[in-house]
């Protein structure tokens, strides 16, 4: 069963509709581990139904070493953003980490993303589904 790591911060609406959706397509064949920045993130991904949860920078370290995919915001390999909850020790972990790294080209930070989609959320959750992340689920 492939270990999937979502990280959010602040509210944790990014994560949430991400789990949610991959609840959706895949069901119980994945494990979903939710990693907030904070509390009230990670709550909020176990609302929209991830197996575990865990909060702050060691559980974020010690999780994206441990996962087979990553999945997050832009802010997430940035430290400082998200107002300073991404820590550079989150930052460092998560590009660091063997994990394949699914990310979102939403970020609140002063950073474009040259050719990156402009599309809503829900959109680019299920490109990130179909393109992205079913090719790795396959293998």
Request: some cysteine; charged content about 20%.
């Amino acid at each position: 069963m492939k270990r999937i790591c979502v990280i959010d911060g602040q509210g944790g609406g990014i994560g949430s509709a991400v789990i949610k959706k991959l609840k959706e397509v895949f069901g119980e064949s994945i494990e979903i581990i939710a990693l907030g920045t904070n509390a009230i993130a990670t709550a909020q991904m176990l609302k929209a139904k991830a197996n575990r949860g865990a909060s702050g920078e060691n559980a974020i370290v010690r999780s994206s070493a441990a996962a087979d995919v990553i999945i997050g915001p832009l802010a997430i390999i940035l430290a400082h953003s998200m107002m300073g909850e991404v820590t550079p020790a989150m930052a460092e972990a998560v590009a660091a980490s063997p994990a394949v790294k699914l990310i979102l080209p939403l970020t609140q930070e002063k950073i474009a993303v040259v050719g990156g989609s402009q599309d809503p959320l829900p959109h680019l959750v299920d490109i990130l589904i179909e393109q992205h992340l079913r090719p790795i689920l396959e293998d």
